[in-house]
């Protein structure tokens, strides 16, 4: 055959190659000649280019190919030997003088194209000559067209010779047959008949032949298996054996396959099966009838596992989300969520163009984190489903392949090509563009910064080989050129070219690989040790930026030393600079990829950027290799406490612990994760031990903090004592640093308010930012933002383009971030963290702006002094109420923003409780909110109405349905009144509530949105308000839609409004159904959302003006 033509692109030349019939033979049980010394005959060779990139593969082969004379190819066959190796020999030959010669013998013959329209008559002579010229051990290949689905050929060849049956000589009749084709096509009457497909690449004379002459005389399988008999040859099975299979098929076909078919009769269960799929093609192999004995009667797929496997596939994504979605060079897409099934096929498309071994595939697919998975039987359940699929793109052999053996250094080209197809060596067809051909120009792959992507686009199109060795080599040149965001897919291909075959990769034993954390990246000695030393003064002084002038400086004048880039990407890292880690980190592979730690690294500035997919598949690469490696697995642990996998995050965490028990990282983030799972008790203990162990770690003392807010065991004083132990920490802190400013006391006509955040984007802090930020009146106040995280998304951007100035301040120290603020001239700063992640709170502590609040991010004091005002919606509680939880003044405010529900949330329905005949409680917090106490208050409210149930939401997973079962358990609830939910999405959660009756709120910190979201589907909420914000969240709401009576003062009337509810389940359902409008009514305002904000900005600023003290500012509303 040859390439195929812009309107004829065929991937079918994969499988009628002698690798892959050799392979096919193996899983029916039947041994074929290797390849290298092969003897192939191809009869409907076209013009030859298939055997000549074969010829090119396997030099010590001999490669014959024939092709009917009257199909005018030798011309074609000519020019193409011009340029052939010698091993390749091509004819065009009459059938007569085919069958005249003495061809010699053959390991392989392949009968397709043109000789597959050829009648039964002329057919049988060829097999039988094949069977005379077939070695002992060797296979025949046949294309050809088989009842019941050829039956539309036998439409088509009436129709015809109808057509055609008025013309008077030759020339018409065929002109006429092709008009009848053509007519066919046009109305699509014979659908998808291969003989209208192939028609017109056939000549006037095969056309004669097949159409006029010969008579309707199509056969069935179990009639060709008895003409072949008589031959001498035996049926092996199908080129496709997938087709084979019923399973092939869809589920029905299978069934009812089993139920009929003969169970051990070969023929017969294929017979049945092409009834039942009305097949209409067949490829049938063939061997000797004295190798019958050995043939099995359906392929083995446990023979799978002899194979080696070889794809281009690659994840696509959707805006920068990765999916379990793939595609390759077919672009035929493949999408599953089984685990086993996309992690093989990721670790195909790694190690694309070469081939893996199912052992490869078992180290590769492993995740160190889900020990308990079986994952040798799990690939192999993979392998065959995905072998059933028949994926054009999924290449299985039984040797090595070419790519495999490949020796040569450096990287070559390997394709034989024609304009712009090519055919690679998995005999994929595939299509090049200017810009590939002209890379393709040149004598060897030579990868510049301006052709790396070129390049990596024929390394997908599988037309690059080399050397293991030389492939790491080739890979890092284009991983130093390339763009680095677009990078990694390139990373996991480079572990595998720099990892043994013992551990999965390609390289022999002899050769150095990533080796363990100890020995892997040698000492920083290159670097001399005052260097190292005046960038830790540095660091520790909180000029990063002079530090990093000073690296960048020392990279510049040693350019190829590993060591100065490793400096280098290690100091983005820890200075949160992750783009320019990233860039640095591909630059220190592109030199060296035999250190684990260059992985873990560059796995955490992917984590960082948000790249979780990638960050998962570094880090299981990197415990594969090194399972003692604690910072992967602390890695892991915090990927799957994102994923809200809480079990899985406390394996991970515990098992870094074990490694590096005094790490305070680890240690903080098993805190966190326990936290999470609401097991505060224990979770306490291990967020102090990191503050004891580093007490400068500011993050670390946020997080106790936050963790403390959640705990029943303090007290509104004992919290805010705990919360002015970090102002205090802070204020020493700040004291130390070489941090000045006077500021200026002087009424102005437009404030400079700077805003804070680590949020700005998707998230509840800019949900209630937002309308406030775009309606502040920009000739009073000017915008400034400061970024504080990688958060990057559509409502960062319009944020960014709606600000005076924007500046992303992740890679500066608190003491540059102050200087910055400084400089900046910031009159108001405002906080939207407070205790919460991405803060810049030490930097308050220096003072930059003459007046700085904190509003939103979190609900509490900041704990520090120096921190004038905190902003609290009028709504939480009467002025006076809390002002003594705080350090700073409240302003209070009041509302304007409400509630915004979702625009296509369910209706409300009625009261279940009506319908059940008992009261369904249920909570929808998150799981860390539920402590021992709130279970225990739970659990008498339910011991107090023997009936009621309790519905609990947001369960990560069974293990924390069976954590809280067990607690209620030992409160002496029974788990037949207890269900549980996993989370879900938005309109699921909101569907939910018209399964409940009421919501019974969290202590000491309380629900905020689910509050709002209960309302609006009508379920009230009873709380209890507490003596600081976060007990009071829920209860404003409740207040502003009128629902004091849901409102308890003590666990006590709690419990007592709670069994009144359940007594009056009538108004309950009134009003449920009112719920809604009163929302919507309460929701209408008529001021514009920023007026209160900036009015109390402007109060603020003239008390400081005044030279007045912060003081509580309570602003009243207009309406």
């Given at each position: ?536 003064k540095l660091m520790q002084e909180g000029r990063f930026q002079q530090a990093r002038a000073n690296i960048e400086r020392l990279v510049a004048q040693r350019p190829d030393n590993v060591h100065v880039h490793y400096l280098l990407a290690n100091f983005y ?366 659990s008498k409210i339910l011991h107090s109405i023997p009936d009621a149930r309790l519905l609990i939401g947001y369960m990560s997973d069974s293990n924390m349905v069976n954590h809280f079962r067990m607690l209620f358990k030992e409160q002496g609830i029974n788990e037949e009144r207890l ?141």
């Amino acid at each position: 055959m040859g390439l195929p033509t812009e309107s004829d692109k065929s991937y079918s030349i994969c499988y009628s190659t002698p690798g892959h019939i050799r392979a096919v033979n193996h899983l029916y049980g039947v041994t074929t000649p290797v390849l290298d010394t092969a003897r192939v005959l191809e009869l409907g060779a076209g013009e030859g280019y298939t055997l000549y990139s074969q010829a090119l593969m396997y030099p010590n082969s001999r490669f014959v190919g024939v092709e009917l004379e009257s199909e005018n190819s030798l011309s074609s066959q000519q020019a193409l030997l011009g340029s052939a190796p010698d091993n390749l020999a091509l004819f065009s030959l009459s059938l007569d003088d085919l069958l005249s010669q003495d061809i010699g013998e053959y390991d392989y013959i392949i009968i397709h194209g043109s000789f597959s329209w050829l009648s039964n008559d002329i057919r049988d002579q060829l097999l039988a000559f094949c069977q005379q010229h077939l070695s002992p051990q060797g296979c025949i290949a046949i294309e050809w067209e088989c009842h019941p689905g050829a039956k539309i050929n036998e439409i088509i060849r009436d129709a015809v010779q109808i057509h055609s049956s008025l013309a008077n000589d030759i020339e018409t009749q065929i002109a006429s047959s092709r008009a009848m084709l053509s007519w066919l096509k046009l109305n699509g009457v014979t659908g998808e008949a291969a003989f209208l497909k192939n028609s017109d690449t056939l000549s006037d004379l095969l056309i004669s032949h097949s159409l006029l002459q010969t008579p309707n005389e199509y056969r069935y399988l179990l009639e060709f298996a008895g003409v072949i008999e008589t031959f001498g040859l035996a049926y092996v099975g199908d080129l496709l054996p997938w087709t084979e299979l019923a399973a092939h098929y869809d589920e029905k076909i299978q069934h009812l396959h089993n139920v009929l078919s003969p169970l051990n009769n070969k023929i017969l269960i294929q017979q049945y099966l092409d009834f039942a799929v009305n097949r209409g093609t067949r490829f049938s192999l063939l061997t000797h009838s004295d190798n019958a004995q050995t043939v099995s009667v359906l392929p083995d797929l446990t023979k799978l596992k002899d194979l080696r496997w070889a794809g281009s596939f690659r994840r696509q994504s959707l805006q920068g989300r990765i999916l379990n979605t793939l595609t390759a060079n077919s672009e035929t897409p493949v999408s599953t969520d089984d685990i086993a099934t996309l992690a093989l096929l990721d670790a195909l498309g790694d190690g694309w163009p070469s081939s893996l071994t199912f052992e490869q595939l078992v180290y590769n697919v492993r995740q160190p984190d889900l020990e308990d998975k079986a994952w040798r039987e799990d690939i192999s359940q993979s392998l065959s489903a995905l072998f059933l699929k028949g994926l054009p793109d999924l290449h299985f052999s039984l040797d090595k392949s070419v790519y495999d053996t490949c020796q040569a250094a450096p990287a070559q080209w390997v394709a034989a090509t024609r304009g712009k197809y090519a055919i690679n060596r998995w005999h994929e067809t595939v299509e090049l563009n200017d810009e590939e051909l002209s890379a393709m120009s040149a004598p060897t792959p030579v990868v510049m910064a301006q052709n790396a992507q070129i390049l990596f686009s024929l390394v997908k199109k599988g037309m690059v080989a080399a050397a293991p060795k030389a492939w790491r080599a080739f890979l890092q040149q284009l991983i130093g050129h390339f763009p680095a965001e677009e990078t990694w897919p390139l990373v996991f291909s480079l572990i595998l070219y720099s990892g043994t075959e013992a551990n999965g990769g390609f390289l022999p034993s002899a050769i150095a690989t990533p080796g363990k954390k100890k020995t892997s990246m040698p000492a920083l000695a290159p670097v001399e040790e005052a260097f190292h030393r005046q960038l830790e003064k540095l660091m520790q002084e909180g000029r990063f930026q002079q530090a990093r002038a000073n690296i960048e400086r020392l990279v510049a004048q040693r350019p190829d030393n590993v060591h100065v880039h490793y400096l280098l990407a290690n100091f983005y890292l820890r200075t949160s600079d992750y783009d320019a880690g990233l860039k640095a980190s591909m630059s220190l592979l592109s030199l060296q990829s035999s250190s684990w730690r260059i992985f873990y690294e560059l796995s955490a500035i992917f984590y960082r950027k948000n790249w979780r997919w990638q960050a998962g598949r570094l880090a299981r690469a990197i415990l594969r290799a090194e399972p003692g490696y604690a910072a992967a697995w602390d890695l892991l642990s915090s990927l799957h406490r994102e994923m809200m996998e809480y079990t899985l995050a406390e394996m991970c965490s515990r098992k870094a612990i074990e490694i590096e028990p005094r790490s305070a990282g680890i240690i903080e983030n098993l805190g966190m994760i326990l936290g999470d799972q609401s097991k505060m008790s224990e979770a306490i203990p291990y967020l102090r031990r990191v503050v004891e162990l580093e007490p400068g770690n500011f993050n670390a003392f946020t997080n106790l903090l936050f963790g403390l807010t959640h705990s029943t065991e303090l007290t509104a004083q004992d919290l805010l004592e705990e919360h002015k132990q970090f102002g205090l920490a802070a204020e020493r802190w700040a004291s130390k640093q070489p941090f000045t400013i006077t500021h200026t006391r002087e009424e102005k006509s437009r404030l400079r308010i700077g805003f804070v955040s680590g949020d700005f984007g998707r998230h509840p802090v800019t949900n209630f930012l937002a309308p406030v930020w775009y309606s502040l009146d920009r000739d009073r106040f000017e915008i400034y933002g400061y970024q504080n995280s990688s958060l990057q998304d559509e409502v960062t951007e319009r944020l960014m383009e709606s600000a005076c100035v924007w500046s992303k301040v992740t890679h500066l120290s608190h003491l540059e971030f102050a200087e910055q603020v400084k400089r900046d001239g910031i009159d108001i700063l405002v906080d939207l963290s407070g205790h919460t992640g991405y803060n810049r709170l030490p930097a308050f502590a220096l003072k930059p702006a003459p007046v700085q609040l904190s509003w939103i991010g979190y609900p509490g004091t900041t704990g520090m002094a120096t921190v004038d005002y905190y902003l609290i919606d009028s709504r939480f509680a009467e002025p006076g109420v809390l002002d003594s939880a705080f350090v700073e003044k409240l302003i209070y405010l009041p509302a304007v923003q409400q509630f915004h529900p979702n625009k296509e949330s369910p209706d409300v329905g009625p009261l279940p409780a009506l319908k059940n005949g008992f009261i369904t409680f249920a909570s929808f917090n998150r799981p860390k909110k539920i402590n021992d106490e709130v279970v225990r208050i739970w659990s008498k409210i339910l011991h107090s109405i023997p009936d009621a149930r309790l519905l609990i939401g947001y369960m990560s997973d069974s293990n924390m349905v069976n954590h809280f079962r067990m607690l209620f358990k030992e409160q002496g609830i029974n788990e037949e009144r207890l269900l549980f939910r996993q989370k879900m999405s938005l309109h699921e959660y909101l569907a939910l509530h018209n399964d409940i009756d009421v919501l019974l709120d969290t202590f000491p910190y309380t629900g905020g949105t689910t509050t709002w979201h209960a309302i609006w589907m009508g379920v009230p909420t009873l709380t209890i308000a507490g003596d600081t914000i976060a007990s009071r969240q829920c209860s404003a709401g409740l207040n502003f839609c009128g629902l004091q009576d849901f409102v308890a003062v003590d666990k006590e009337q709690y419990i007592a409004k709670a069994v009144l509810l359940s007594e009056q389940t009538h108004a309950l359902a009134e009003l449920r159904q009112s719920l809604r409008s009163r929302l919507k009514e309460k929701s209408v305002s008529q001021v514009r959302e920023a007026i209160y904000f900036e009015r109390a900005l402007e109060i603020i600023w003239q008390r400081y003006c005044q030279g007045l003290p912060p003081a509580p500012v309570v602003i009243n509303s207009d309406t």
